[in-house]
């Protein structure tokens, strides 16, 4: 294969590192990028549209099609194995994401098989591409660090979904999957610059306790050795600083490699004497720094944030695959998979040092009912998103009110396993307008908590607004007597502080809002019309900021996160936030099953005036001791700033579905507007909590905010 007869690529898989392996695929000379396949043949159809490209619903049917010369496999980790095989013998390339499989025998037998087939076998372990990184390697290999005594390797990055959820994800399903999902970017490190590591001991720390039942560690902390030097690997998942580093300590300097950044900084001795020693000292390291600092800002800016250094680190890797392919070189050994296998039983060494499971009896959760379990579920009540933050929290107090729920998830598994006598999962497509109507037989009362967070408005009509329709439609086929569905105080244009806004003030004109505004109230409307045209029996709540167990610090609807420690919140922060409990949402949302003057009407769910920003983050300082840094965010710049990314996408990068921003609607996030809710209370007897304390102790104190 060369320029003109390029490699033929196909994507397995069509989830979120989908797009980044398109991109990366789009920029390397000698590739082009002709096709997708997912289970969901819907996933699959969404990336093919963005990138002109077909679609398939299998990699069999692909494979079939004969439109490919490579894969990339980026399926969930335990069908790698078998895919890898599959397309090896079907005579492909194939690059496989992290971890390559399960274990160091899986990958020997894939290494195996690419042999025997003659085709190019790599891993997608794409942190070794930086350019940061070839240079400490180089720096190393030219003995630029003296005589190395030790390496330590970091991941410290909060990992939400651990207290937040999904909670179907597979690297929650296992103890061991979180090192088999971290551990290859780490380990592969130290695979390249010292070789296979001998494995010394392992500490696990800071536990949580998933909902539904199980206990993960969020604190890793691996001890190893490669000849005469000391490793240790340290993973930290709580709500901590991004440092994700690689640090080198030799015998002439020490190196360290910010690997989520893409900067080397290098500390020497100088000849100085004790006076301009510590002085040249700082000075060099604060002049390395602007160095990479200017270096990475001038590399986004000219390529418009196309190199940022994620994406960079994979048009490295992706590049090195593609060379080997089209027959230029050999596949790099950072990539191949002899490195990828040692990789892999480094893995395996770590995990047979993880403590046996300890028998313990859980204490009872939130929302168990009490008494004997009755068997099989029988449920009435379907939660779509249930899974959620909101979800998980509706469907236990529905469990807990004497309900039996179906939650609509991706997969058969949820956070739900103590209660499993009262829930079952039930995995259906949104976009199964069928299989949605069968899942709801014998269901009375459908909660639609569903959400999607497009790029572009066709994508939003399609993916938010068509899904809203299909379970509204499968609700009227099924004969279901209430459909009630969540969309957002978002929609309403909040930026005037003098405006009381209660359920009849009017959305106004939308097309200047962000997309999700305009998409969930884009639903409310054809929602409606169902309602009026047809009786769709409609229920519409819209949830303000939603603050309680399980939910996030990092909560965007209060300000723009740079990390767990600062945050930029919308406007000065000074205003009363329209905050809600999950608790007295979810309250809310079950009073609206069987009143019947309910249907046909909206509910703001928007708690008694509490506190502003500032109060906030005041509260999370006095209750935990963390003081994180909030700073004042002035919408007029940030809407300059979105106005001219605006500008660069529409005319510069051809995105002509960009949407244009607004002034309005950069006010709105700030929520300056006032609420009333008088209808909530008075037709639903809703009350929400009004105590400021007990609103702190049950949002704040109570909700593991930092995961430990």
């Not at 939660?383 to 933050?389: D, Q």
Request: proline letters at 5%; aromatic letters at 6%.
């Amino acid at each position: 294969m060369n320029a003109s007869n390029p490699t033929r690529v196909g994507i397995i898989g069509a989830g979120y590192i989908a797009s980044w392996h398109a991109d990366a695929i789009r920029a390397t000379p000698g590739a082009t990028l002709v096709a997708v396949c997912d289970q969901s043949r819907g996933a699959a159809e969404d990336l093919a549209r963005a990138h002109g490209i077909k679609a398939f619903g299998s990699a069999e049917e692909m494979i079939a099609a004969g439109v490919c010369d490579a894969v990339h496999i980026l399926t969930p980790p335990p069908s790698h194995r078998a895919l890898t095989l599959l397309c090896l013998r079907a005579g492909l390339h194939v690059l496989v994401e992290k971890p390559v499989a399960l274990s160091g025998d899986e990958a020997e037998e894939m290494r195996v098989a690419a042999t025997e087939a003659g085709k190019v076998l790599a891993s997608g372990h794409n942190f070794l591409g930086l350019p940061s990184y070839e240079r400490l390697k180089a720096m190393i290999q030219a003995g630029d660090l003296g005589r190395m005594s030790s390496v330590q390797i970091n991941w410290s990055l909060p990992l939400p979904p651990l207290r937040s959820g999904p909670f179907g994800l597979w690297l929650l399903r296992k103890p061991k999957n979180l090192l088999l999902e971290l551990g290859p970017h780490l380990y592969a490190f130290a695979v390249d610059l010292l070789g296979a590591p001998e494995i010394l001991h392992l500490d696990l720390g800071q536990p949580v306790e998933l909902s539904g039942g199980g206990t993960r560690h969020q604190s890793w902390r691996v001890l190893a050795r490669v000849g005469d030097v000391d490793l240790s690997f340290n993973i930290a998942l709580v709500e901590v600083m991004d440092d994700r580093s690689v640090t080198v300590r030799g015998s002439s300097a020490v190196a360290r490699l910010d690997y989520a950044a893409d900067t080397l900084v290098v500390s020497r001795d100088n000849t100085a004497d004790l006076i301009l020693n510590p002085f040249l000292h700082q000075m060099s390291l604060a002049g390395q720094h602007l160095r990479e600092g200017v270096v990475n800002a001038a590399r986004q800016l000219s390529s418009l944030n196309q190199k940022s250094p994620y994406g960079l680190s994979f048009r490295k890797a992706v590049g090195a695959f593609y060379t080997a392919t089209n027959g230029n070189a050999a596949l790099d050994t950072r990539f191949d998979f002899t490195s990828a296998t040692a990789v892999m039983r480094a893995i395996d060494a770590t995990l047979t040092h993880m403590p046996a499971p300890s028998v313990t009896i859980p204490a009872t959760p939130k929302g168990t009912p009490k008494g004997t379990p009755k068997g099989t579920p029988k449920p009435t009540v379907m939660v779509i998103g249930g899974t959620g933050f909101i979800g998980r929290n509706l469907t236990r107090m529905l469990v807990a009110q004497g309900h039996d729920v179906r939650v609509v998830s991706r997969g058969t598994t949820g956070p739900f396993d103590d209660i499993k006598d009262h829930v079952e999962t039930v995995p259906v497509s949104l976009r199964d307008l069928d299989g949605l109507t069968q899942a709801m037989q014998g269901i009375s009362v459908v909660f639609n908590l569903a959400k999607s967070m497009d790029k572009t408005w066709e994508g939003a009509l399609e993916n938010d607004v068509g899904t809203a329709l299909r379970v509204a439609e499968a609700s009227l086929a099924a004969g279901v007597t209430r459909l009630i569905y969540t969309g957002t105080i978002a929609s309403y244009d909040m930026s005037d502080p003098a405006r009381t806004i209660t359920e009849d003030t009017s959305f106004g004109d939308m097309r200047d809002r962000n997309l999700y505004a305009r998409s969930k109230a884009e639903c409310e409307a054809r929602l409606m019309q169902l309602h009026r045209e047809r009786g769709l029996p409609l229920v519409i709540a819209r949830p303000g900021i939603v603050i309680g167990d399980g939910g996030p610090l990092q909560h965007w609807g209060i300000g723009r996160w740079h990390g767990a420690g600062a945050v930029r919140i919308w406007g000065p922060g000074r205003n009363i936030l329209p905050f809600v409990l999950a608790d007295d949402v979810s309250d809310g949302l079950i009073r609206m099953m069987d009143n019947p003057d309910a249907v046909g009407r909206s509910f703001n769910l928007v708690g008694e005036p509490m506190m502003s920003a500032r109060d906030y983050f005041d509260a999370i300082h006095q209750a935990f001791g963390a003081r994180i840094t909030v700073k004042p965010g002035a919408l007029h710049m940030m809407w300059l700033a979105d106005g001219m990314k605006y500008i660069l996408k529409r005319y510069a990068l051809r995105r002509k579905a960009a949407a244009r921003p607004s002034l309005s609607d950069w006010k709105s996030r700030a929520h300056f507007s006032r609420f009333d809710n008088s209808r909530t209370k008075t037709l639903l007897g809703w009350a929400p909590e009004a105590d400021r304390d007990a609103f702190v102790a049950r949002g704040i104190v109570g909700a593991n905010l930092f995961g430990f």
